[in-house]
């Protein structure tokens, strides 16, 4: 009797010490614990606190989605502050992009600076040269060069790889003169075929992180996300009344 006590005594301890253990778990650890059981496809960056009150903000890659802390609801649409007139989750949605963006160096895109050289702003755009959007943001792109705001493009074949707008941005990718084949491309003119070795798959891999459901879309260096054509005059503007988004 006097053992089984004992016994009673320590299991009651251990449980007790249990419970104490996962109440010391914060709420994101708990939250991360239950995506991995119920989400476990569901690559999780981070988990942070949202906006709204008793909802966690659960990032994966580019994505946002939002979920009670057991992990059990989830959230869909956006977070709009109605004070301030801002879509909350479009604005941290979009910093997340530019950040996965600024990870491929200049020299993996097709750019298309001023005269100089020199432009400090820039906007980031998706293409194919089969985009009838795409081809009328092309033929404004002097008038955005000439505002010193660097246009650079990372290539979707929106037919896919096997396909012939593959074959054409390949092509302008191999091109002695990126720039010449991009317009000539993109106005009806010809490209001489080439093949070379090219960064083509990994801007595929990138616009499915980010989301990608059309060309062209647009990212502008204060993290503005804008799905299809935006006039030339508006993207300068955009950008005029912006600062650039810091990154670490």
């Not at 009797?1 to 010490?17: E, P, T, V």
């Not at 989750?89 to 963006?101: F, H, P, T, V």
């Not at 050289?117 to 955005?144: P, S, Y």
């Amino acid at each position: 009797m006097k053992l089984n006590r004992i016994l009673a005594s320590l299991c009651i301890c251990c449980i007790a010490g249990m419970a104490t253990a996962q109440d010391e778990k914060t709420p994101e650890q708990q939250l991360r614990e239950s995506l991995a059981e119920l989400a476990p496809d569901l690559p999780v960056t981070a988990i942070a606190e949202s906006p709204l009150p008793g909802v966690y903000e659960v990032v994966s890659e580019g994505q946002i989605y939002y979920l009670t802390p057991d992990g059990r609801f989830m959230v869909e649409g956006s977070i709009i502050d109605l004070e301030n007139r801002v879509n909350l989750s479009e604005q941290r949605r979009g910093n997340l992009q530019l950040a996965l963006i600024h990870e491929v160096p200049e020299d993996q895109m097709v750019v298309f600076n001023n005269e100089s050289n020199d432009a400090t702003r820039w906007i980031t755009v998706f293409t194919d040269t089969d985009c009838g959007f795409c081809q009328k943001l092309h033929r404004e792109i002097d008038m955005i060069t000439d505002a010193d705001i660097k246009v650079r493009y990372l290539m979707f074949p929106r037919a896919g790889m096997e396909s012939a707008s593959f074959r054409e941005l390949q092509s302008v990718w191999c091109a002695a003169d990126q720039q010449e084949a991009m317009t000539a491309a993109k106005t009806g003119g010809s490209v001489a075929e080439a093949t070379c070795d090219n960064p083509i798959q990994s801007h595929v891999d990138l616009a499915g992180r980010v989301g990608l459901r059309g060309t062209p879309l647009i990212y502008l260096d204060d993290g503005t996300k804008i799905p299809g054509y935006r006039p030339a005059n508006e993207l300068i503007q955009m950008i005029n009344d912006s600062e650039p988004m810091a990154m670490k």
